[in-house]
């Protein structure tokens, strides 16, 4: 019985003696394509790819000689048809006809490589699915530090994975494979993946065998690090080596046969004779259906899993398989426990005839249903996904506003959970919002909340007292509507169960649309679920997707206007300029000029301009260089911006635009270009981009300038070995005085201590302190930003505390003394200043000894500078105001620290 079982069995069985084939049961054969007879007593070594036939033919001599190797590895085979399979070998010594022999079980892993392939390219896509997976996703820096690890971790021991990130992965592995696992991460870094195993060192000292797979990390083609996937194997390990101990002994005992297939983890494995009836049921058995080995032996599966119809059509397919004598193909179906759980599983039935005992049909059935609702959360994910990204291309295409409103609408009750939408941006003036989007809402509804008043300030009061779900979503069940505006609510049509966990119809959920600045713009809200459960962080993914994506339309549309009106300025630029054509040789020998392109240079002689080359003309002669290969090979290169130079040295932008007239062999002859002077378009771009980046009313920095710039100038500052100051300043009292008299006088305030700031910084090189914003420039000088409201900041690199206390005190005393006038009233206004400070200390401690290297992170130091800052101006505010207090906290930077920054 137990033989035939071996025959039968799924994986590859292979007995090795002497590099020569003694035994391979079905499996082996179909694996490789082979008939039995054409495989025993063959060379096994002969079906593997090259590439790996030699390290393992040493393996086998060196286990054959009892040397340490790895017990389980993967690599390729060769079949008869040519193609090549993705297998899992694990081996062992055993003795066989009196002699040592290599037995393998090789399985076919080639779906499952696949499966890892489909899996890593679509790491970012399916994160929720990782966190939510039992193999541990990971990911460590070049120095082996933990950067992340998913909360399945927690399934192996008694770690939390929040504990672990910015451990030493070292830390928690068994000392003796250190050494192994230090090589496969060098081997990793250099972009080699590798598959490994290792034991897991618990907290209580105990073991895991695990294994894993890693491959590197790039940014800007450098390595940063490995990510991989761990796979607790402890269960498989026993498992294969209670395996291979049974086919070791199986001709001496039966016994342990069964001990083993009853012990055989995840696999429930059953045998049935002609009739139907169980002759075993092992404990996975018991565990997958719920129903005891004593309940069911020796009785058919009606009234326990099968109806007798059920039962009768599992009889004639038992009867069925014993006529054909070969196993079933792997099916899969649903069934239900006898606890009432509904599971999916997959398996086959194969038979097990032997000579003068009655015939076994034993089944093997694994539990699929993880697997399959992960498979249907990934289809939908991936539906959303695409879907989203269509409808992201759809609205680039659609220029009518309302149109783009109505898809969207339409789109987010297709993609989400909710059958109704109210898409609202927030306006200065009553009722302070407009609706731009709708859908499933009645007429006369969407008339009566049109004309309820519903500042932004209401919305923010919603958020603050409902429930926080996602990044930007608040549920409001019904048994908080009463912190609703009555007038504004549009009761749901549905009705749903009084049970918890069950959405109602006067229940809300709102979503904030938000934009750069981190400002509320508008709202969207939604009710009627369609799954009639409240929302979670699933359910609501999908609406700050779609929040995101029409706050940056909106955004994207006020911006449209600017550039529009800076378009026509353009446009009637180059409608007053002369096109320059000229045509020259490969070689670079100018052969006609018209005259725009003297003017443009600036020659009054073409004689002059014709003696020159075209490389001349360019104020990088290599780009030209290159440029003229790029036509040749292409024959035209259409609108390439290069710096060219004048006569006098001067330079200035063209835009070229060549054509490559060739010879009927294909030789190039000659190349016509017209040149195009878009000096000023650039200069207009370059204006474009400084109102990115420029606060409208006061024309300092915005915030998000300050917020992109901060912790480079904090980089700066290490690099140099020097420091940085930041000064936060709030106007005292400003809110009462705005309220009082409105905000044309409280703007005047603004621009006023602006003004101040402005005058007593210190300027950049050009005199003009924003002028430079490109991303490769420093500016010398301090620069200032609009944080918020009446918030300002101001960035002083280089300077100590004392040094940038006696310039906020230069500003405070200037703007204390001078007077605002509104409404005929005169008065003096006040500010408070917070002052935070960072500096470089060298990598060397007062014994000497170098400190290890650890990376910045110059965002999170940014945040805490701005935290100090912000506490030292509450400080001010509390202690009185209208005066300047020092953080009592500074930030040391160095590229030589204690410890990792957490």
């Known amino acids: 019985k137990y033989s035939s079982l071996v025959e039968r069995a799924k994986d590859g069985v292979v007995i090795v003696q002497d590099g020569i084939c003694k035994f391979a049961n079905k499996a082996v054969t179909e694996t490789f394509g082979y008939p039995q007879d054409e495989f025993i007593g063959k060379r096994l070594f002969d079906w593997l790819p090259s590439e790996d036939k030699e390290l393992l033919a040493q393996r086998y001599k060196l286990r054959m000689a009892n040397k340490e190797v790895p017990p389980i590895y993967e690599t390729k085979i060769i079949c008869k048809d040519g193609t090549t399979k993705n297998v899992e ?99 990793a870094l250099n972009g080699h993946m590798q598959t490994f195993e290792f034991r897991l060192l618990e907290q209580d000292n105990k073991v895991r065998h695990v294994r894993g797979s890693i ?181 680039l295409s659609i220029e009518d506003e309302e149109e783009l409103f109505e898809y969207i609408s339409q789109a987010v009750v297709e993609i989400s959970d909710f059958n109704r939408v109210l898409i609202s941006y927030f306006i200065d003036d009553p009722p302070y919002r407009e609706i731009i989007g709708h859908k499933g809402v009645k007429e006369e509804d969407l008339e009566r909340v049109k004309k309820v008043e519903m500042p932004k300030e209401k919305f923010l009061k919603y958020f603050k007292r409902g429930i926080k779900i996602g990044n930007q979503s608040c549920y409001i069940p019904h048994h908080l509507i009463s912190i609703l505006d009555g007038e504004a609510v549009i009761p749901g049509e549905q009705t749903y169960p009084s049970e918890e966990g069950c959405w109602h119809r006067e229940d809300n959920l709102l979503v904030s649309m938000i934009d750069t600045k981190g400002q509320v713009i508008g709202i969207i809200s939604v009710d009627d679920s369609k799954s009639g459960i409240v929302p979670t962080e699933e359910t609501v993914r999908p609406l700050e997707f779609f929040a995101n994506l029409i706050s940056e339309i909106i955004q994207k549309r006020a911006l449209a206007k600017i550039i529009n009106e800076s378009e026509k300025k353009y446009r009637e630029l180059i409608s007053n300029i002369r096109v320059g054509i000229f045509r020259a040789t490969p070689d670079g020998k100018i052969l006609e000029v018209n005259p725009a392109i003297l003017e443009m240079f600036e020659y009054s002689d073409p004689e002059e301009l014709l003696s020159l080359k075209t490389s001349d003309l360019h104020h990088n002669p290599e780009a030209n260089s290159f440029f003229i290969q790029k036509i040749e090979q292409d024959g035209v290169g259409k609108n390439k911006e290069f710096l060219l130079r004048k006569k006098d040295g001067k330079t200035f932008w063209a835009s070229i635009t060549p054509s490559a007239i060739r010879e009927s062999s294909g030789k190039v002859m000659y190349y016509d270009t017209v040149v195009e002077d878009i000096t000023e378009r650039r200069k207009l771009q370059e204006e474009v981009k400084r109102l990115s980046v420029t606060d409208e009313l006061t024309g300092l920095y915005n915030r998000r300038y300050f917020n992109q710039k901060l912790p480079v100038y904090i980089k700066a500052a290490e690099n140099f070995r020097s420091s940085l100051s930041l000064i936060m300043i709030d106007i005292d009292d400003f809110k009462p005085y705005n309220d009082t008299y409105h905000h044309l006088e409280g703007d005047e305030v603004i621009k006023e201590i602006a003004r101040v700031i402005s005058l007593n910084i210190r300027k950049d090189r050009d005199g003009d302190w ?120 500074s930030i040391e930077l160095s590229r030589l620290q204690n410890k990792p920054l957490e």
């Not at 994975?161 to 081997?187: C, M, N, Q």
């Not at 079933?328 to 194969?350: C, D, H, N």
Request: charged content about 30%; some cysteine.
């Open 770 to 889: 924003y002028s430079k914003f490109r991303e490769d420039e420093f500016a010398i000088g301090d620069w200032a930003s609009r944080f918020g409201g009446d918030e300002f900041t101001i960035i002083l690199p280089g300077q100590t505390k004392t040094e940038a206390t006696i310039v906020s005190e230069r500003i405070r005393s200037t703007f204390q003394n001078i007077k605002f006038r509104p409404e005929e009233n005169v008065i003096q206004k006040t500010i408070s200043v917070g002052i935070a400070h960072c500096y470089y200390e060298d990598g060397i401690s007062r014994k000497g000894i170098t400190k290890k290297i650890y990376p910045a992170n110059y965002e999170k130091i940014a945040t805490e500078l701005i935290n100090f800052a912000d506490k030292a101006l509450f400080r001010a505010k509390k202690s009185g105001k209208n005066k300047t207090v020092n953080s009592k906290t």
């Open 89 to 187: 070998i694990s081996g062992g010594v055993i003795q066989y006809e009196g002699q040592p022999a290599n037995m393998g079980i090789i399985r076919d892993i080639t779906e499952r490589k696949k499966m890892e392939k489909a899996l890593r390219e679509s790491d970012e896509k399916h994160r929720v699915l990782v966190e939510n997976i039992t193999d541990v996703i990971f990911s460590l820096d070049t120095e082996g530090i933990i950067t992340y690890i998913s909360p399945a971790v927690e399934l192996y021991a008694d770690y939390k994975a929040d504990k672990l990130t910015g451990k030493p992965f070292s830390s928690y592995v068994h000392p003796e494979d250190l050494p192994r696992l230090s090589e496969i991460l060098k081997d």
């Open 215 to 395: 491959r590197v990390m790039l940014e800007n083609n450098q390595p940063v690090g490995v990510t991989g996937i761990l796979t607790d194997i402890t269960e498989h390990k026993k498992a294969t080596e209670d395996l291979n101990l049974a086919y070791k002994e199986i001709e001496n005992s039966k016994a342990k046969l069964k001990a083993i297939i009853d012990n055989v983890p995840n696999i429930a494995i059953q045998g049935y004779n002609k009739n139907g009836e169980v002759l075993f049921w092992n404990p996975f058995s018991e565990k997958l259906f719920g129903i005891a080995e004593a309940q069911v032996k020796e009785k058919s599966l009606k009234g326990f899993l099968l109806s007798e119809s059920e039962d009768t059509g599992f009889k004639n397919f038992i009867k069925d398989i014993f006529k054909k004598n070969k196993p079933s193909p792997l099916m899969e179906w649903s069934i239900t426990t006898k606890t009432g759980e509904a599971k999916r599983v997959l398996g086959s039935v194969f038979p097990v005839v032997l000579p003068g005992q009655e015939p076994i049909a034993v089944a093997t059935v694994i539990d699929i249903t993880d697997r399959k609702k992960a498979e249907e959360k990934i289809k939908e994910m991936n539906w959303q996904i695409e879907r989203f990204l269509d409808i992201s291309a759809a609205v």
